[in-house]
């Protein structure tokens, strides 16, 4: 079992499989399944992203205006690069190696890595290396309060923080802003040198679709209209090499 193998895997967890008969006249029976949250914390989502690794269609289709914490963002919207401590990077890089293999054996594809930013508040403290960073999301502009390195480094070292960080759970880290050229199809932005202190969330969502007969009609219909490597219905061993090639260049290692 791969999730009692690797409790450290970003694979979404599933509790339970259950039925309900609904009363009345039909007597309906409503089959559910219980999965875990990724988002289930006392911290608040800034901004969530749905990556793939893919460009065809994954843009978010709301208009800039009405895009707020509950946009669930594609991979063309992506405008930040993630960078965790050497430590956690190289868990990181061992665990989506693993979770791809596991994903690429069960002929699962279109599954996605989804990812959710808590922009650090800042202290009550005077201390003059706080200050206010803008935040560029779009042409929405927003001041949001950050961190000095001091104060990450306090939140670091102490031990009641260890119990609730693991990989993918309310981890500290830094995002990088990134800046796209004018071609529509760049998926990774050119970095900006600036960085801002976030929680992280993250894991593997979507992980029950395998590769059908109706996802290999969807390949060969979309193949002659677009860019076969842009499109998300694919090969599980193609998406398997794409999504990871993809996850390891928007999440690096924190020099």
């Not at 669930?72 to 990077?89: A, E, G, I, P, V």
Request: proline letters at 4%.
């Amino acid at each position: 079992n791969h999730v009692r193998a690797f409790e450290n895997t970003l694979v979404t967890k599933f509790f339970g499989l259950h039925c309900v008969k609904l009363t009345g006249a039909t007597q309906k029976k409503v089959r559910f399944v219980i999965m875990g949250n990724l988002f289930c914390s006392e911290y608040i989502i800034h901004r969530r992203f749905d990556l793939k690794g893919s460009s065809h269609g994954r843009i978010t289709d709301k208009p800039e205006d009405e895009i707020d914490e509950t946009t669930t963002l594609k991979d063309l919207d992506l405008n930040f690069l993630f960078r965790l401590q050497k430590s956690w990077f190289q868990e990181f890089q061992r665990q989506v190696d693993r979770d791809c293999d596991f994903l690429e054996q069960e002929r699962i594809m279109d599954y996605s890595l989804l990812v959710g930013l808590h922009f650090s508040e800042t202290s009550t403290s005077a201390d003059p290396q706080i200050g206010e960073a803008v935040i560029d999301y779009g042409n929405q502009r927003e001041a949001t309060p950050r961190l000095s390195r001091v104060d990450m480094d306090q939140f670091l070292c102490d031990p009641t923080r260890w119990a609730t960080i693991r990989l993918g759970v309310n981890m500290p880290a830094r995002v990088e802003p990134t800046q796209r050229s004018d071609c529509d199809s760049q998926l990774i932005g050119e970095p900006t040198g600036e960085f801002f202190d976030v929680v992280l969330f993250f894991g593997i969502i979507d992980i029950l679709q395998d590769y059908d007969i109706s996802k290999k009609l969807e390949h060969a219909y979309k193949s002659i209209q677009y860019d076969p490597t842009s499109i998300s219905a694919v090969d599980p061993k193609q998406y398997s090499r794409r999504f990871r090639d993809f996850i390891l260049k928007v999440f690096r290692e924190d020099t």
